[in-house]
């Protein structure tokens, strides 16, 4: 078998995971971590790890923004800017998701509050 047929069997290979499948799992990913900082995590934690806790709930949700425009949003995966290049819409979407779940852990609003010493 030629180099080129090995290719074209590996490209035409069926889909093993259904469509969504990525998003619907980190998605139960984000809720289940999202139902243990409002049911089972204290009112307060000290500075570092109130971040910490941040962090990951802003990684988990950019995650599972970035899969589901990768997932639902073919058409729109990549924008064409005039003057530059073009961008990749996945990635834009999770920075933002991410940069906003970061504001909202730092804010008085968070579900974790900072202990005071």
Avoid: D
């Amino acid at each position: 078998m030629s180099h080129a047929a090995t290719a074209k069997s590996i490209r035409t290979r069926p889909r093993t995971r259904p469509r969504g499948q990525r998003t619907m799992i980190s998605v139960a990913l984000l809720a289940a971590f999202m139902v243990v900082v409002y049911f089972a995590a204290p009112a307060a934690l000290p500075l570092f790890f109130q971040r910490m806790v941040g962090l990951v709930n802003a990684m988990l949700a950019m995650i599972a923004a970035m899969f589901a425009v990768r997932e639902y949003a073919r058409g729109y995966n990549r924008v064409r800017v005039p003057g530059l290049t073009r961008l990749h819409t996945a990635s834009w979407v999770g920075s933002a998701v991410l940069i906003a779940v970061m504001v909202w852990w730092c804010s008085s609003y968070a579900p974790i509050q900072v202990a005071s010493l």
